[in-house]
C-alpha cells in the first residue's frame, strides 16, 4: 500500500526527493490533488536572507504582554498537570455568548451571503453607510456626521493604521500606565529611540503619569509638548474613569500645544455615573483636535468577531491644513478593505434598541463582577482602584513586585492576573485583575485569594 502511494506520488509530480515516514492512503493524495494542496519538499538546512532587520523591532521586548502571560500560564501548566484549574482574571477577554438580537443580526449577514439576491462582495473600505449613519445617531447623538466614521476590524488595528498615517516624525504621549499597543506601535513606527533601562521609558516618547497621587489623571501643566496624546477613558489598565473636567483640561491643552489627541473609548458603555463623558465629542472644541478609536469587542462580546471604528472630524486638520481624514481615508482604502460584510450586520444589529439593551445587560453583569473582585482584594488586605464604571480594578502592591505577585498567585491560587509592569513603568508595584470572567470564577478567585493572604 505504502509502495503505491509513493509511486502515485511520483507520479503525479510530488516532490521526489521527499519521503513520507508515516503511511499514506492512496485516497489521501488523490484528494490532496484535487483541493490544490502544495507540493511536499525536502526540509533545507537553515539559512538566512540577505534582509536586513527593522531595527525598530529590536528596540521591543521579545514579546507582545498578553501572549508573554499566557506562556507563563502554559509553562506552570506544563510544571503542575494535576494543578486545580486555573481562574484567568488576565487578559480583558469577554467570556459571555453574544445575546439573541444580535446574534441573530450576524446570522442574517451570514445568510444575505447565500443568496443570489442579497449576495455582496468587497463593500466600501470606510463601511456601510447605514453603519455608520447608525454609529453617528445612536451612539454619538448627532455630535458627528456618519462620512467622519470609518469602520474596521477593531480599535487596536486603527491603532496601528493611525500610527501608520503619523508616520516616524510625530513625538507621542501616553499615559503610564496605559494599553501597550500605543508604545509598541510608535516604537515600530521609529518614533522612538531606546529603552532607557533606568527607567525603562523609551527615549522620545512622553510618560504622563497616572497613579493614586494625581488621581489618575496627569498634571498636563507639567508635560513636554507632544504631537499625539493617546488617552484612554475608562481606563486600561487602572480602571480610572476622567471626569468632564479633567477632558475638558486634556482638550484645553492638546489645543493649546497644537496636538492630537487619540481618545480610546474601548470601555464607554461601562459608565454609569451620570455626568461622566462617554466621547471625548462631548467636550466642546473637541472637534478640531480629537480622533476617537472604539470597537464592539467589549460592548457587545465581539472580540473574536472583530468590528471597531474610528471617528476623524473634518476640523482636524495638519499643520499644512490638510485634513487629517483625508488622509487616513487613504491608508483605509489602500491597507485595509472593509469589514466583514457579516459581522457589520451584527453591527447594525447591535444599535438596534434590542441590541442596545443587551449591551446594557452585559454591561450590568460584568460591572457586577467587578465589585465582587474589588471587594474581594480588599478583604485581603489591599488598597484597589477602579472597578466602577470599568471593568478592571488595579491593585495597590504597595511596592512589591508586580512579576513577583503574579507569579506568587499563580503558583499558589491558580489565578491569572496581569502584573502592572506590563503596561508601563508606572504600572510597577501594581496587579490588574479583569471582571471578564464568569461570575462563578470570580467568587471562587476571591476566595481563594482570601486563602492564600490570610494564611
Ligand atoms: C484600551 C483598549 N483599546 C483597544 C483594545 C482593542 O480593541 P479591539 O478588540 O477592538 O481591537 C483594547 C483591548 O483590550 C483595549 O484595552
Same mark, same amino acid.
Given at each position: 500500500?505504502?509502495?503505491?502511494?509513493?509511486?502515485?506520488?511520483?507520479?503525479?509530480?510530488?516532490?521526489?526527493?521527499? /519521503?513520507?515516514?508515516?503511511?499514506?492512503?492512496?485516497?489521501?493524495?488523490?484528494?490532496?490533488?484535487?483541493?490544490?494542496?502544495?507540493?511536499? !519538499?525536502?526540509?533545507?538546512?537553515?539559512?538566512?536572507?540577505?534582509?536586513?532587520?527593522?531595527?525598530?523591532?529590536?528596540?521591543?521586548?521579545?514579546?507582545?504582554?498578553?501572549?508573554?502571560?499566557?506562556?507563563?500560564?502554559?509553562?506552570?501548566?506544563?510544571?503542575?498537570?494535576?494543578?486545580?484549574? $486555573?481562574?484567568?482574571?488576565?487578559?480583558?477577554?469577554?467570556?459571555?455568548?453574544?445575546?439573541?438580537?444580535?446574534?441573530?443580526?450576524?446570522?442574517? &449577514?451570514?445568510?444575505?451571503?447565500?443568496?443570489?439576491?442579497?449576495?455582496? &462582495?468587497?463593500?466600501?473600505?470606510?463601511?456601510?453607510?447605514?453603519?455608520?449613519? =447608525? $454609529?453617528?445617531? =445612536?451612539?454619538?447623538? &448627532?455630535? $458627528?456626521?456618519?462620512?467622519?466614521? %470609518?469602520?474596521?476590524?477593531?480599535?487596536?488595528?486603527?491603532?496601528?493604521?493611525?500610527?501608520? *498615517?503619523?508616520?516616524?516624525?510625530? /513625538?507621542?504621549? !501616553?499615559?503610564?500606565?496605559?494599553?501597550?499597543?500605543?508604545?509598541?506601535?510608535?516604537?515600530?513606527?521609529?518614533?522612538?529611540?531606546? /529603552?532607557?533601562?533606568?527607567?525603562?521609558?523609551?527615549?522620545?516618547?512622553?510618560?504622563?503619569?497616572?497613579?493614586?497621587?494625581?488621581?489618575?489623571?496627569?498634571?498636563?501643566?507639567?508635560?513636554?509638548?507632544?504631537?499625539?496624546?493617546?488617552?484612554?477613558?475608562?481606563?486600561?489598565?487602572? #480602571?480610572?474613569?476622567?471626569?468632564?473636567?479633567?477632558?475638558?483640561?486634556?482638550?484645553?491643552?492638546?489645543?493649546?500645544?497644537?496636538?492630537?489627541?487619540?481618545?480610546?473609548?474601548?470601555?464607554?458603555?461601562? @459608565?454609569?455615573?451620570?455626568?461622566?463623558?462617554?466621547?471625548? %465629542?462631548?467636550?466642546?472644541?473637541?472637534?478640531?483636535?480629537?480622533?476617537?478609536?472604539?470597537?464592539?469587542?467589549?460592548?457587545?462580546?465581539?472580540?473574536?468577531?472583530?468590528?471597531?471604528?474610528? /471617528? @476623524?472630524?473634518?476640523?482636524?486638520?495638519?499643520?499644512? #491644513?490638510?485634513? !487629517?481624514?483625508?488622509?487616513?481615508?487613504?491608508?483605509?482604502?489602500?491597507?485595509?478593505?472593509?469589514?466583514?460584510?457579516?459581522?457589520?450586520?451584527?453591527?447594525?444589529?447591535?444599535?438596534?434598541?434590542?441590541?442596545?439593551?443587551?449591551?446594557?445587560?452585559? *454591561?450590568?453583569?460584568?460591572?457586577?463582577?467587578?465589585?465582587?473582585?474589588?471587594?474581594?482584594?480588599?478583604?485581603?488586605?489591599?488598597?484597589?482602584?477602579?472597578?466602577?464604571?470599568?471593568?478592571?480594578?488595579?491593585?495597590?502592591?504597595?511596592?512589591?513586585?508586580?512579576?513577583? *505577585?503574579?507569579?506568587?498567585?499563580?503558583?499558589?491560587?491558580?489565578?491569572?492576573? $496581569?502584573?502592572?509592569?506590563? %503596561?508601563?513603568?508606572?504600572?510597577?508595584?501594581?496587579?490588574?485583575?479583569?471582571?471578564?470572567?464568569?461570575?462563578?470564577?470570580?467568587?471562587?478567585?476571591?476566595?481563594?485569594?482570601?486563602?492564600? %493572604?490570610?494564611?
Amino acid at each position: 500500500m505504502r509502495a503505491t502511494a509513493i509511486a502515485l506520488l511520483a507520479a503525479l509530480g510530488a516532490a521526489s526527493a521527499f /519521503v513520507p515516514s508515516a503511511p499514506l492512503s492512496t485516497g489521501a493524495v488523490s484528494t490532496a490533488r484535487k483541493h490544490h494542496a502544495v507540493n511536499m !519538499v525536502a526540509a533545507e538546512p537553515a539559512v538566512t536572507t540577505a534582509v536586513k532587520r527593522n531595527a525598530n523591532f529590536g528596540k521591543l521586548s521579545a514579546g507582545y504582554l498578553f501572549p508573554e502571560i499566557g506562556r507563563r500560564r502554559n509553562a506552570y501548566l506544563a510544571a503542575n498537570p494535576d494543578t486545580r484549574p $486555573i481562574i484567568s482574571l488576565g487578559i480583558g477577554d469577554t467570556t459571555l455568548p453574544i445575546p439573541e438580537h444580535i446574534l441573530s443580526g450576524l446570522q442574517k &449577514g451570514a445568510s444575505q451571503l447565500g443568496n443570489k439576491e442579497t449576495y455582496s &462582495g468587497y463593500g466600501a473600505e470606510q463601511g456601510q453607510g447605514a453603519l455608520r449613519e =447608525k $454609529i453617528a445617531n =445612536k451612539l454619538y447623538n &448627532g455630535l $458627528i456626521k456618519p462620512d467622519e466614521v %470609518f469602520v474596521s476590524d477593531g480599535a487596536k488595528c486603527d491603532i496601528a493604521r493611525l500610527q501608520m *498615517m503619523f508616520g516616524a516624525g510625530v /513625538v507621542s504621549a !501616553v499615559q503610564d500606565p496605559s494599553y501597550p499597543v500605543y508604545v509598541d506601535t510608535s516604537v515600530m513606527m521609529g518614533q522612538t529611540g531606546l /529603552v532607557d533601562p533606568a527607567t525603562s521609558q523609551f527615549d522620545n516618547i512622553v510618560y504622563m503619569p497616572c497613579n493614586p497621587t494625581n488621581d489618575f489623571f496627569p498634571d498636563l501643566s507639567k508635560l513636554p509638548r507632544a504631537d499625539v496624546i493617546y488617552f484612554c477613558s475608562p481606563n486600561n489598565p487602572t #480602571g480610572a474613569v476622567a471626569t468632564r473636567a479633567q477632558l475638558e483640561a486634556l482638550v484645553a491643552h492638546a489645543k493649546k500645544q497644537g496636538s492630537i489627541v487619540v481618545f480610546d473609548a474601548a470601555y464607554a458603555p461601562f @459608565i454609569r455615573t451620570p455626568g461622566v463623558p462617554k466621547s471625548i %465629542f462631548e467636550i466642546e472644541g473637541a472637534r478640531s483636535c480629537c480622533i476617537e478609536v472604539n470597537s464592539f469587542s467589549k460592548y457587545a462580546g465581539f472580540t473574536g468577531v472583530r468590528l471597531g471604528w474610528t /471617528v @476623524i472630524p473634518d476640523d482636524v486638520k495638519y499643520a499644512d #491644513g490638510t485634513p !487629517v481624514r483625508q488622509d487616513f481615508n487613504r491608508v483605509m482604502t489602500t491597507a485595509f478593505n472593509g469589514a466583514s460584510n457579516i459581522v457589520q450586520a451584527g453591527g447594525l444589529a447591535c444599535l438596534d434598541d434590542a441590541g442596545l439593551a443587551e449591551i446594557n445587560n452585559l *454591561m450590568d453583569y460584568y460591572l457586577d463582577n467587578a465589585v465582587i473582585l474589588k471587594k474581594g482584594i480588599e478583604s485581603c488586605g489591599f488598597k484597589a482602584y477602579g472597578g466602577l464604571d470599568s471593568p478592571y480594578v488595579f491593585v495597590d502592591l504597595e511596592g512589591k513586585s508586580s512579576w513577583d *505577585m503574579f507569579s506568587n498567585i499563580l503558583e499558589n491560587a491558580q489565578v491569572v492576573t $496581569i502584573p502592572g509592569a506590563g %503596561f508601563g513603568p508606572g504600572g510597577e508595584g501594581f496587579l490588574r485583575l479583569s471582571a471578564f470572567a464568569p461570575k462563578e470564577s470570580c467568587k471562587e478567585a476571591v476566595s481563594r485569594l482570601q486563602e492564600l %493572604f490570610k494564611a
